[in-house]
């Protein structure tokens, strides 16, 4: 069954960073290395919006929100994502949500609060 786990979200200050984590501990490496995968935020009130994507080949995007201080990457032989996020806005309050496809079959992570303080 599939599972995605989400960790790394808190509380941390204007400027400061924190590093979201997403792993796929039930996925096999070649499933994983033929994913589209990214992450998705949702502030309260909002509706939810695309933070970074990257493609299977590799090819990473952004929202311009974030271009220039966040970084998506992944570790294939631990099959897990990240989101590097630095110099963090309180605008940057929401909750983190991993996502991947794999052939058109999409899935998400639990979400993880990340609170960026004035």
């Known amino acids: 069954q599939l599972r995605l786990v989400e960790s790394g979200g808190g509380l941390v200050q204007a400027g400061g960073s924190l590093r979201l984590s997403c792993a796929f501990p039930?996925?096999?490496?070649?499933?994983?290395?033929?994913?589209?995968m990214g992450w998705y935020r949702q502030a309260p009130g909002k509706e939810r919006e695309l933070v970074a994507l990257m493609a299977r080949g590799g090819n990473t995007d952004y929202a311009d929100s974030v271009k220039g201080r966040f970084t998506i990457s992944k570790d294939n032989r631990k099959r897990t994502q990240y989101l590097q996020m630095d110099n963090l806005k309180p605008e940057d309050t929401a909750v983190y949500y991993c996502?991947?496809?794999?052939?058109?079959?999409?899935?998400w992570g639990q979400g993880t609060q990340v609170t960026v303080s004035s």
């Open positions: 996502y991947r496809n794999y052939r058109g079959q999409a899935d």
């Open positions: 039930t996925t096999i490496l070649s499933t994983f290395t033929s994913m589209d």
